[in-house]
């Protein structure tokens, strides 16, 4: 078992980090400007003030553990400031990014081509920028993204309210409970340095989802706005050959289901 984890942002997938993450480390410490505020769900001793922006809290991170940084990486000063009291040789560092660090521009070709890690990223924006230099000078593992869902967290609830239309679009999800896994299994087994795109696999469009969630729950109401972007389908093979069979909730429907009925 491995000694001491840090995770850096404890927000929606660290509470689903925290259970797992102690049967691979002894000792899991989370963060947050506020800890008393926001991490009473946690024991006292297992909280830990940090403020990126507050570089006073910086010397509460200490040296040696294993850190998993859960919000984006930026301003990129800052991440680099605080990236130099990073000792790399001592330590595993996975950063939670996002795939919308991939740059499709105004491409329309439909369906949108696959996109695997070798693709084009757009490092005009701040969080790609402190994504690569944690990946490029410190050893980081970056992990980027889709959408995350899980209790808490419907899908259904972004389509009742309009946040997204029942489009041609494509979008990629991903399981909080497989993304916990995959963090946890990069933590131990990912190569320092690399990229890996996370989803379920399998690109779906909002259409496809709204039409099949209408079948089976009718409360699922539908937007009036129709987006024409074709959106991204982000590929996993790495991740696949990589990691193995880690996806478990590959049924989005049926995931779905039983959040609604949470």
């Not at 998993?68 to 560092?93: E, G, I, M, N, Y």
């Not at 990014?97 to 693709?119: F, K, L, M, N, Q």
């Not at 994504?131 to 993204?145: K, P």
Request: aromatic letters at 8%; glycine letters at 6%.
């Amino acid at each position: 078992m491995h000694k001491f984890l840090i995770i850096l942002g404890s927000g929606y997938t660290a509470r689903f980090l925290l259970p797992p993450a102690s049967r691979q480390y002894a000792h899991v410490f989370a963060t947050s400007r506020a800890p008393d505020r926001h991490l009473n769900h946690i024991t006292p001793d297992r909280r830990i003030r940090f403020d990126l922006t507050q570089q006073s809290t910086w010397k509460n991170i200490s040296t040696g553990t294993d850190l998993l940084w859960c919000f984006p990486a930026t301003p990129p000063d800052l991440v680099q400031k605080f990236a130099v009291t990073l000792d790399p040789l001592s330590r595993r560092l996975v950063v939670l990014g996002s795939t919308s660090a991939y740059e499709v521009g105004g491409s329309r070709e439909y369906p949108p081509p696959w996109i695997d890690e070798t693709a084009p990223i757009d490092l005009t924006k701040p969080r790609v920028q402190g994504e690569e230099f944690l990946r490029t000078n410190c050893g980081a593992i970056v992990l980027r993204v889709a959408g995350i869902y899980g209790p808490g967290r419907n899908p259904i609830d972004w389509i009742r309210t309009g946040r997204v239309s029942p489009s041609r679009n494509y979008v990629n999800l991903i399981h909080v409970a497989d993304l916990a896994r995959i963090c946890l299994a990069t933590l131990e087994h990912g190569k320092p340095g690399e990229a890996y795109n996370v989803s379920d696999g399998t690109p779906r469009t909002w259409r496809e989802i709204h039409e099949t969630v209408s079948q089976h729950l009718s409360s699922a109401s539908p937007a009036a706005a129709i987006d024409q972007q074709p959106g991204k389908r982000i590929s996993t093979v790495k991740l696949g050959e990589s990691f193995g069979p880690i996806i478990r909730h590959r049924d989005l429907y049926a995931e779905l289901v039983k959040i609604e009925k949470e």
